[in-house]
């Protein structure tokens, strides 16, 4: 069963900068899957930030963020990252990891297509 926990959430002011992480463990080691963030605002559906093929490292990304959040994983480490820069106080929400089952396809940002998921972590931007 795959668990995953993450870190690095916090408050910071517009235009700051902050870097959350997920460690996953019991993951699959020889087939690829996707990894994505979600996040979830009081009052709002849950939205996908960010995925990324652990094979080739393809990354997705909401229209909203692009330019602005990395997605990166540290396979020695088993170790999702979100980078997330210019923040605006629109990202504020809970920020969670969901990883998926193997699978060969296009990752995608639905929330449904992931058959694991975090706890979260909460991201403050005044």
């Known amino acids: 069963h795959v668990q995953l926990v993450e870190s690095g959430g916090g408050s910071v002011q517009a235009g700051g900068s902050l870097r959350l992480s997920c460690v996953a463990s019991?993951?699959?080691?020889?087939?690829?899957?996707?990894m994505g963030w979600f996040r979830q605002a009081p009052g709002q559906e849950r939205e996908g930030v960010a995925a990324?093929?652990?094979?080739?490292?393809?990354?997705y990304y909401l229209n909203s963020v692009e330019g602005r959040f990395t997605i990166s994983k540290d396979n020695a480490k088993n170790t999702l990252n979100l980078r997330m820069n210019s923040l605006k106080p629109d990202d504020t929400a809970m920020y969670v990891c969901a990883s998926t089952r193997p699978y060969a396809g296009l990752c995608q940002l639905r929330a449904p297509f992931y058959d694991y998921w975090g706890q979260g972590t909460q991201v403050t931007v005044s």
């Open positions: 990324i093929d652990t094979g080739d490292g393809s990354a």
């Open positions: 019991n993951t699959y080691t020889f087939e690829n899957y996707c």
